[in-house]
């Protein structure tokens, strides 16, 4: 008998329940109880990593500009026998285009000018470089990149490649800021190291 009894009053129990979630189905104060117990959303840009806990950046086109300070370290025996003057420090700056992948990956190009004088004063430097960077999906959102391309001075070319690393701060989902530490490698009658600090804005166009 108490058997039964208890049977019929889970019955009925789960019945009051099922008309009530069935009558206000979005009661307030069950959808903020739900709410409460959800992580934190992170709102992540187009332009740093695909996966991972939801951080997620979809993939698409973006374009970004930068600038900050050079400084052309190294000698060499032209520079040596030059008479003229070289500028070895200077502002430098730049712009950058290309895709972001889901993945974290990205293939850009970009245009430099470093701010500093080829050792043989035979020019101030400029680079076109293309390469790709990879962006881990944390908050904020460290990379590393690497380059390569021709360094213009003057009349003449060198090949150069840059390798660097930074964070980005993304403060809407395609618009973030960029800090970035740079070390361009050219060969101008010896090894030359530009290193460059730089800070800088993106802005995507991408799903």
Same mark, same amino acid.
């Given at each position: 008998?108490?058997?039964?009894?208890?049977?019929?009053?889970?019955?009925?129990?789960?019945?009051?329940?099922?008309?009530?979630?069935?009558?206000?189905?979005?009661?307030?104060?069950?959808?903020?109880?739900?709410?409460?117990?959800?992580?934190?959303?992170?709102?992540?840009?187009?332009?740093?990593?695909?996966?991972?806990?939801?951080?997620r950046a979809p993939r698409g086109v973006?374009?970004?500009?930068?600038?900050?300070?050079?400084?052309?370290?190294?000698?060499?025996?032209?520079?040596?026998?030059?008479?003229?003057?070289?500028?070895?420090?200077?502002?430098?700056?730049?712009?950058?285009?290309?895709?972001?992948?889901?993945?974290?990956v990205a293939i850009q190009a970009r245009?430099?000018?470093?701010? =500093?004088?080829?050792?043989? +004063?035979?020019? &101030?430097?400029? #680079?076109?470089?293309? %390469? @790709?960077?990879?962006?881990?999906? *944390?908050?904020?959102?460290?990379?590393?990149?690497?380059?390569?391309?021709?360094?213009?001075?003057?009349?003449?070319?060198?090949?150069?490649?840059?390798?660097?690393v930074g964070a980005s701060v993304f403060?809407?989902?395609? =618009?973030?800021?960029?800090? +970035?530490?740079? &070390?361009?490698? #050219?060969?101008?009658? %010896? @090894?030359?190291?530009?290193?460059? *600090?730089?800070?800088?804005?993106?802005?995507?166009?991408?799903?």
């Amino acid at each position: 008998m108490s058997r039964s009894v208890v049977r019929v009053s889970t019955f009925a129990a789960v019945s009051v329940l099922a008309g009530a979630a069935a009558a206000d189905p979005v009661s307030p104060p069950a959808l903020l109880g739900t709410l409460r117990g959800l992580p934190p959303a992170l709102l992540v840009g187009s332009f740093g990593g695909g996966h991972g806990h939801g951080v997620r950046a979809p993939r698409g086109v973006f374009l970004g500009v930068d600038t900050g300070w050079a400084w052309l370290l190294g000698m060499s025996d032209v520079e040596a026998r030059t008479l003229v003057p070289v500028d070895r420090n200077g502002w430098c700056y730049g712009a950058r285009f290309g895709y972001q992948f889901a993945s974290g990956v990205a293939i850009q190009a970009r245009y430099d000018k470093l701010g =500093v004088s080829a050792p043989d +004063a035979s020019g &101030d430097l400029a #680079v076109a470089s293309a %390469g @790709v960077r990879y962006s881990v999906p *944390v908050v904020p959102m460290p990379f590393a990149e690497a380059l390569v391309g021709p360094a213009f001075h003057g009349t003449s070319t060198s090949p150069i490649v840059g390798l660097g690393v930074g964070a980005s701060v993304f403060v809407a989902r395609h =618009v973030g800021f960029d800090v +970035a530490l740079r &070390d361009w490698i #050219v060969d101008l009658g %010896g @090894v030359h190291h530009i290193p460059t *600090v730089t800070l800088g804005i993106s802005a995507g166009f991408g799903g």
